[in-house]
């Protein structure tokens, strides 16, 4: 049905339209696709419609497809800076990083106050092990918008890497002040806290992040750490375990799970996990 009535419509503005509302905000990421990709067989030249259809793709992990169409919607219209932010998105994910800055940096050329291009190019810096540089990109992002979450995480995530706990904790709540429907604020806060044998409160923590996405699968593995730590390897292996089921390609989740078995004596099981683990590599 969804087919036949997107053959139906002429108007490529109005299946931009109809594919952010049915699709992109609905979750139906493919009934997206068909109606942006429908505006662009009717109107190529639309650089919008390239720039929706490389974010139905993100939105399915498929970055190769988002990258190609954010390039077209930049070929289309070299100042779009909405499409070189994602692009370089894109490629800080595919571990590109050094592509990624030149796109953030582009982007900040054409509009000089885009924070969100300037946290992007602060991740860029925390994946390259550059902490004074996240930092100043934080801070200057700062200066544009106080409200945008993901600069205090990026900045909590970079004082956690630099061991300053009280910082990171503090930029860390301060997101949550915002958006307190962010599951992964809350797996770092537990983070902070396994760092400072703060169990309880670690594990107060990661259950927050679970019940926001029980799907998410670094929780679990957290969780099964701070029972190891705990002396609980029952507990830690049914997390572990819990982890794997949800992400089967987790090396960290896996490798833990052969360290687990080992430490209990399950050396049959510690085999097979740590095989599994290395097949990865």
Not at 204 to 216: A, C, D, E, T, V
């Amino acid at each position: 049905m969804v087919e036949r009535g997107i053959k139906e419509i002429e108007n490529p503005e109005e299946l931009l339209h109809l594919g952010l509302v049915s699709g992109i905000r609905s979750g139906k990421f493919e009934n997206a696709i068909e109606f942006f990709e429908r505006a662009i067989l009717l109107q190529p030249s639309n650089c919008r419609a390239w720039f929706l259809l490389g974010l139905a793709n993100d939105c399915q992990e498929k970055h190769d497809k988002g990258i190609d169409c954010y390039l077209r919607a930049i070929e289309l219209n070299p100042d779009y800076a909405e499409a070189l932010v994602n692009l370089g998105a894109n490629y800080t994910k595919l571990g590109k990083y050094d592509i990624a800055v030149s796109c953030f940096n582009d982007a900040l050329e054409i509009k000089p106050d885009y924070f969100e291009a300037m946290v992007n190019l602060g991740i860029c810096f925390f994946e390259r092990n550059e902490p004074e540089r996240t930092i100043d990109a934080c801070q200057r992002a700062l200066l544009f918008s106080s409200e945008y979450p993901l600069t205090y995480i990026t900045l909590g995530r970079t004082y956690l890497q630099l061991n300053e706990h009280e910082k990171a904790l503090a930029f860390f709540q301060k997101a949550v002040d915002i958006d307190s429907s962010n599951h992964e604020t809350f797996s770092f806060i537990g983070l902070v806290h396994i760092d400072q044998k703060n169990f309880k409160e670690a594990l107060h923590n990661f259950l927050k992040s679970i019940k926001i996405n029980p799907n998410y699968h670094e929780a679990y593995n957290n969780l099964g750490v701070t029972h190891a730590m705990m002396g609980d390897l029952k507990k830690a292996i049914t997390y572990f375990e819990k982890a794997v089921e949800i992400n089967s390609k987790y090396f960290e989740a896996l490798h833990n799970l052969a360290s687990a078995y080992e430490e209990s004596g399950d050396f049959d099981k510690a085999t097979e996990y740590e095989e599994r683990a290395y097949e990865l590599e």
